[in-house]
């Protein structure tokens, strides 16, 4: 098989992928609380610990994944193996029989997740960095259209009669379990066929990195692999002199002294050696992003349903509605993102990201404290104003995050820190969702300390803003001799 066809059929099963952890989000969430609620009478503070039992084991499984990843250099064989988990754990969800079986299906579907920092790794080492935003873009794209698709899926189950499937029970709250289950059989399935581990492309990001944890001063347009101008630099330049070649720079020029750049990076594949190095200011700025915001968006989210259900009246197919109009704004954004990022560097992407998240908490701390339930039409108003503003902020905050990291780190271990990079995003998806329990009678206090922390976020990026540059490699044109 031709490797053009194999990047096709590897790329929709790629995108398959996350649109079935969309779905999956789209399809469990809403009916989680009611199913717990309703059928096993549980308090909400064990709705929280559900909630977040997903995260707990993403948090724990993606570095082992992502390591695992780095050994191998290879997804493939890591994305069976989640899967399997997946298939399992959707299956305790349906066929659950206490809430604590509840509680392990969550866990159980939560390891599968690990398979997403192989994928990523995959996509960075097989990407040039200057594609990289707009690939990542897409993939994060179909993540949002499966929120879409979910809720439909979700207006489907929640019409199901109770009946009886041997020794369990089919109603409208174990259904989103069981199908599933199903839809992960069937991407197991097209990842054994047809997902193929794509050739690693040269690591142009390593030059910087060796630069950056050096401390070395910056390249001048001396610089044949950084810069780019018309001399040589001075060891290419003696190295031509001596065996009397043309002083013609070539791109392989740059590639070879790209490989003898990077080989510093080969004695530093052990893990105090990479902590050391995700321990750079550009590392902790950007991880402390991705802390930050699944951190405010998990807690909002809790938030939104018992919130939606008091001050509009919502049920679970209301709530399936509203999540199902965020994804399409998402997928809006994305696509505007994939545009916008040939034009506007990543961290200026990341800056309005931040911007407009302190805008959305805002318009809810404005308006939350004084909402009437019965003034529908204004409750409407602020909230979906609030939503939209957050969700393009969203989109512009994870893109640019997710795709300098990669930019900031070695192919060697790509799959290192996306394990790390998905590992903080999930201890913020644990610890939003159980903030959010504890303070739904105190919104307001919610609200300002998410705030506070973008603000100081905003403080933290400005302060790093030249750290965060990334000078895409290029090699020197040819002179005339």
């Known amino acids: 098989m031709e490797l053009a066809t ?39 503070w064990f709705y929280g610990i559900c909630f977040a039992a997903f995260s707990v084991s993403g948090l724990i499984f993606s570095p082992v994944f992502g390591y695992w990843s780095d050994r191998i250099q290879i997804a493939k064989p890591i994305v069976i193996f989640c899967n399997v988990f997946e298939i399992a754990g959707n299956l305790v969800y349906f066929s659950s029989q206490s809430q604590y079986m509840v509680l392990v299906g969550r866990l159980l579907s939560g390891v599968g997740t690990g398979a997403g920092a192989a994928i990523f790794a995959m996509l960075a080492r097989s990407t040039t960095v200057q594609e990289r935003t707009r690939v990542f873009a897409l993939a994060m794209s179909c993540r949002f259209i499966g929120l879409i698709v979910g809720p439909g899926l979700n207006a489907i189950t929640s019409t199901i009669a109770p009946r009886q499937l041997g020794p369990f029970l089919l109603d409208k709250y174990t259904a989103p379990g069981l199908l599933m289950a199903c839809v992960w059989v069937v991407i197991e399935v097209l990842v054994i066929f047809l997902y193929f581990d794509l050739p690693t492309l040269p690591d142009q990001s390593a030059a910087q990195q060796t630069l950056n944890s050096e401390k070395r001063p910056i390249p001048t347009e001396t610089d044949p692999l950084l810069g780019g101008g018309d001399s040589e630099s001075g060891t290419t330049r003696s190295r031509h002199n001596s ?130 339930p019965s003034n529908r039409t204004e409750n409407y108003i602020y909230m979906i104003t609030g939503s939209f503003i957050g969700i393009g902020a969203l989109t512009f905050f994870s893109v640019a995050t997710t795709s300098l990291l990669t930019k900031f780190t070695s192919n060697k271990y790509q799959g290192t820190s996306q394990g790390v ?27 300002a300390v998410e705030a506070g922390l973008v603000a100081l976020l905003l403080m933290m990026v400005l302060l790093s803003f030249s750290k965060l540059r990334f000078d895409m490699p290029k090699a020197s044109p040819p002179a005339n001799s």
């Open 6 to 44: 194999k990047k096709k059929l590897t790329g929709v099963v790629t995108f398959l992928f996350f649109l079935c952890g969309g779905i999956e989000y789209a399809i469990i969430l809403p009916s989680l609380w009611p199913y717990l609620d309703l059928k096993f009478h549980s308090t909400r």
């Open 243 to 372: 065996t009397c070649q043309s002083p013609t720079v070539r791109l392989e020029d740059s590639v070879s002294d790209a490989t003898l750049t990077t080989s510093s990076l080969e004695l530093r594949s052990s893990w105090p050696d990479k902590l050391l190095d995700m321990m750079r200011e550009e590392w902790v700025v950007l991880l402390a992003c991705q802390f930050i915001l699944f951190f405010n968006q998990t807690a909002l989210e809790t938030v939104i349903v018992p919130l939606g259900r008091e001050l509009l009246g919502w049920n679970i197919l209301a709530t399936s509605i509203f999540y199902c109009g965020c994804a399409i704004e998402g997928i809006a954004c994305f696509m505007f993102l994939r545009w916008l990022s040939k034009r506007v560097a990543d961290r200026w992407l990341l800056l309005f990201g931040i911007i407009a998240e302190l805008v959305s908490l805002g318009v809810y701390i404005y308006y939350v404290p004084t909402a009437n």
């Open 421 to 447: 990079r998905r590992s903080v995003g999930f201890i913020a998806t644990i610890m939003g969702p159980v903030w959010a329990g504890a303070f739904l009678n105190r919104l307001t206090f919610m609200l």
